[in-house]
């Protein structure tokens, strides 16, 4: 059974960082592309970074460009999103996902 466990997430003032973790479990993690969504309330889920299954290539989402970083320890089937000089506007519920499974999500707020 598939399952992915997101972490990290919190409270954090503007210019902070968070670093988000998602746990993997019930499939051959280091086979697949992993990818971090997020929504803010009333908006769309939007991709926000993805990472091929070596950890070798990534791609974000032009808002998150040069602030967040995702990587990846398949040893340890877990993907991470390091997110650095956060905004208001990053406030949202991030999940993880990977084969048409989403993790339960986790609240980052961003807030003075």
């Known amino acids: 059974q598939v399952q992915l466990v997101e972490s990290g997430g919190g409270l954090v003032q503007p210019g902070g960082s968070l670093r988000l973790s998602c746990q993997a479990s019930?499939?051959?993690?280091?086979?697949?592309?992993m990818k971090w969504y997020r929504q803010a309330p009333g908006k769309e889920r939007e991709l926000v970074a993805t990472i091929t299954s070596s950890g070798g290539r990534t791609n974000y989402a032009d808002s998150v460009k040069g602030r967040f970083t995702t990587s990846r320890d398949n040893a340890k089937n877990t993907v991470y999103l390091q997110m650095n000089s956060l905004k208001p506007e990053d406030t949202a519920v991030y999940y993880c996902?990977?084969?048409?499974?989403w993790g339960q999500g986790t609240q980052v707020t961003v807030s003075s």
């Open positions: 996902y990977c084969l048409s499974y």
């Open positions: 019930g499939f051959a993690f280091s086979l697949y592309t």
